[in-house]
């Protein structure tokens, strides 16, 4: 007799099942888009992974201030920007890959889901630890 082995049961970890609770409730009321101040965290953690460089050139719109080297820098803390970074790195890899084959349009509708995934992510991981 011939079997796939689709009888046997996989036993998850209950930490990795908590989690995957959890982050299916956040993905399925996640409305994919994302305007909190959040988004100026995530505009200097793309900065960061295009330039190297921790402030802009030009002045920016939001929670941006000017220095007095005329470069403009985040007026908030840099703790959240830090773990943008992961995301970050992940949409300017995929507008590297995908420019010039896609719309911008879509690039960055795509890169704004991706975004918007970053708290569900984070969420699903404080609730299970």
């Given at each position: 007799m011939f079997s796939l082995g689709l009888n046997k049961k996989i036993k998850l970890?209950?930490?990795i099942s908590i989690f995957i609770f959890f982050w299916s409730i956040f993905v399925l009321t996640n409305c994919g888009?994302?305007?909190?101040e959040g988004s100026f965290h995530y505009q200097v953690a793309e900065h960061i992974i295009k330039t190297g460089r921790l402030g802009?050139?030009?002045e920016q719109s939001g929670i941006f201030s000017?220095?007095?080297n005329g470069r403009t820098y985040a007026s908030q803390e840099i703790g959240n920007t830090i773990f943008f970074l992961p995301t970050a790195a992940l949409?300017?890899?995929l507008e590297n890959?995908?420019?010039g084959?896609?719309?911008e349009s879509t690039i960055n509708l795509t890169k704004e889901f991706i975004f918007s995934f970053h708290p569900v992510l984070?969420?699903?991981i404080t609730v299970t630890v």
């Amino acid at each position: 007799m011939f079997s796939l082995g689709l009888n046997k049961k996989i036993k998850l970890n209950p930490y990795i099942s908590i989690f995957i609770f959890f982050w299916s409730i956040f993905v399925l009321t996640n409305c994919g888009f994302d305007y909190s101040e959040g988004s100026f965290h995530y505009q200097v953690a793309e900065h960061i992974i295009k330039t190297g460089r921790l402030g802009f050139d030009t002045e920016q719109s939001g929670i941006f201030s000017v220095a007095p080297n005329g470069r403009t820098y985040a007026s908030q803390e840099i703790g959240n920007t830090i773990f943008f970074l992961p995301t970050a790195a992940l949409n300017v890899f995929l507008e590297n890959v995908l420019s010039g084959s896609v719309p911008e349009s879509t690039i960055n509708l795509t890169k704004e889901f991706i975004f918007s995934f970053h708290p569900v992510l984070y969420c699903a991981i404080t609730v299970t630890v």
